[in-house]
Nanobody, 124 residues
């Protein structure tokens, strides 16, 4: 089973960019489909983007389309979330998650493994 560690969060002005990384331990990273979720204060955790095991399939939540890009490098055991055109409403803790089934789930219970999260704050 992999363990996940997110990084790359921080404070950015509206309109700016951040690149989140999620590094996985272990040798079976390519066995997992991956997802990015976020949780703002007082709100439920929500799906942002997902990617299948070898990157052949991706899916985005509507507000992320055209602004965010999910990618993965299985040789580096890492999944990325490039976020451009950030808005104040993107402020949240961002989590990466892994699931053994090679499809993208948009619900929290669809993933078995979670990272600890990284804070993204967008100032307006």
């Amino acid at each position: 089973q992999v363990q996940l560690v997110e990084s790359g969060g921080g404070l950015v002005q509206a309109g700016g960019s951040l690149r989140l990384s999620c590094a996985a331990s272990g040798r079976t990273f390519s066995s997992y489909a991956m997802g990015w979720f976020r949780q703002a204060p007082g709100k439920q955790r929500e799906f942002v983007a997902g990617i299948t095991r070898f990157g052949l399939g991706t899916l985005y939540e509507d507000s992320a389309k055209g602004r965010f890009t999910i990618s993965r490098d299985n040789a580096k055991n890492t999944v990325y979330l490039q976020m451009n055109g950030l808005k104040a409403e993107d402020t949240a803790v961002y989590y990466c998650a892994a699931r053994k089934i090679n499809s993208i789930s948009t619900i929290v219970s669809g993933y078995e493994i979670w990272g600890q999260g990284t804070q993204v704050t967008v100032s307006s």
